[in-house]
């Protein structure tokens, strides 16, 4: 049996890995690469097999870097199902068709001239393909495969994808959760696994404690609104991230630790999402039912969910009180770029990242010290503060990952290390090799390995 790192090797996005058992062939994930212009062109070229040899595909959760390519493989002829959890085809039907979007958008502003990667009509049809399982239900999604999603506690509906092919058990981490993060539950642990991929996104990083993160966001709040009177904007992912943030508003205004202020939540996907997780309760831990509880109308500022473009450019007149929150999460595209260029020159403002940015992109440049940056091809002086708050990540950290990896009461026969910029997954690998006595390996992009 064989297993190519079609893309998440040695960096985080473009997650997919295609399994060829010598009967059939399927894919683990069908991942966008994203940021930096390397990133076009692995996606022109991200499937190494006709995609109509792909018998079907087993996506762990809905973000972009996990899912975005889909459409492309419908597009060439995949005729299969995609299975994944209910929570995650919902959300898929408004993450892909924006997509397409992004991706037409883009096309219009290419110099070669280059068709869209897909369009929004290739990312409507390729939802037809898409088939909801259960947490906890084996799935069969051919004879000679079995298969089981576990919860992974990362957003709404993320899962770790354990398959059974050839007498092999291949685990797939998916993206993990961080113990204790809200809205979802923990991550479930698999016992056993012969061939194991965890992702390492922060494979050589501690997070912060939740209450040293709270009092982080608070000052941001404050310093921001109360003191300099200027406006807050948090670029965010959509889907987890934006619903983490409004968490933490709901939960720091219910302890009265920050002004009253409104929050306008600008990105229709991230409205969809916030509606489509309000919508799940089961899905979630305890704790977020307050967050339910204020959006509904709690004490403390308004939430303004604005979906359409007219609402979203009244948000550039307002110069002091406001929380804005917006996608994409490393401001490489949508209407964070607006905003971006209504605050980030003006010394009373801020901006608050909350999420991982890749290598490449701009939110990286920005959190990186950057002096000017160009937005619409204009050049803009960064004088707002910057603020990177890094314990609201969904992912899980160092020791969380050790954590999970300790729940495996074997060594697994072989240990991947995927999802990670190259000094945290080979920090990752150490620290496996070093606690549990694993030999462990961090794969080349586009290495095929026997398993
Ligand atoms: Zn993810």
Redesign the pocket.
């Known amino acids: 049996m064989k297993l190519t790192f079609l893309g998440a090797a040695g960096e985080v996005t473009g997650s997919s890995y295609l399994v060829d058992t010598g009967e059939l062939k399927f894919l683990l994930d069908c991942g966008m690469f994203q940021g930096g212009r390397e990133a076009a062109a692995k996606n022109r070229h991200a499937f190494a097999c006709d995609p109509r040899e792909i018998a079907f595909v087993l996506l762990s959760?809905a973000?972009i870097d996990?899912s975005g390519l889909i459409p492309r493989l419908v597009a060439q002829g995949f005729r299969g199902a995609v299975y994944a959890t209910r929570a995650t085809c919902e959300l898929l039907g408004v993450m892909l068709p924006d997509s397409g979007h992004l991706q037409e958008r883009e096309a219009e502003y290419d110099r070669r001239g280059r068709a869209p990667l897909y369009t929004v009509a290739e990312a409507t049809a390729s939802l037809r393909h898409l088939v909801p399982v259960e947490y906890g239900a084996e799935l069969r999604p051919h004879a000679s495969v079995r298969c089981t999603f576990r919860d992974a506690g990362?957003?709404l509906g993320s899962a770790i994808v354990e398959v059974e092919a050839g007498g092999t058990k291949i685990v797939f981490s998916g993206?993990l959760g961080q113990p204790g993060h809200p809205i979802v539950r923990d991550p479930e642990r698999p016992a056993a696994a012969d061939v194991l991929l965890v992702e390492s996104t922060y494979g050589n990083r501690l997070h912060k404690s939740l209450t040293q993160t709270l009092d982080e966001f608070a000052y941001a709040l404050n310093d921001t609104l109360a003191s300099k009177k200027g406006n807050v904007v948090i670029p965010a992912f959509a889907v987890g991230r934006t619903q983490d943030i409004l968490y933490f508003i709901a939960e720091l205004r219910r302890q009265k630790r920050v002004p009253a202020f409104d929050v306008y939540l600008d990105s229709p996907m991230a409205v969809a999402a916030t509606r489509i997780t309000l919508a799940h309760p089961e899905l979630q831990d305890r704790e977020s039912l307050r967050m339910d509880a204020w959006l509904r109308g709690g004490e403390g500022g308004r939430v303004h969910f604005t979906e359409d473009v007219e609402d979203s450019k009244r948000i550039n007149s307002i110069r002091s009180g406001a929380v804005i929150i917006s996608a994409s999460g490393m401001c490489d595209g949508g209407r964070i770029k607006h905003h971006l260029k209504s605050n980030i020159s003006r010394p009373e403002c801020a901006i608050v990242f909350v999420g991982f940015q890749a290598a490449g992109s701009l939110g990286r440049r920005i959190v990186d010290g950057a002096k000017r940056v160009n937005l619409y091809r204009e050049p803009h002086r960064v004088r707002a503060k910057i603020f990177t708050i890094g314990g609201l990540s969904a992912h899980a950290d160092r020791d969380a990952l050790l954590g999970w990896l300790g729940g495996f009461r074997a060594a697994p026969r072989q240990c991947w290390v995927v999802h990670g910029e190259p000094l945290a997954a080979h920090a990752l690998r150490d620290a496996i090799e070093q606690r549990y006595g694993w030999r462990a390996a961090v794969p080349a992009a586009r290495q095929t390995v026997e398993i």
Do not use: P
């Open positions: 959760h973000h996990h990362h957003i993206d």
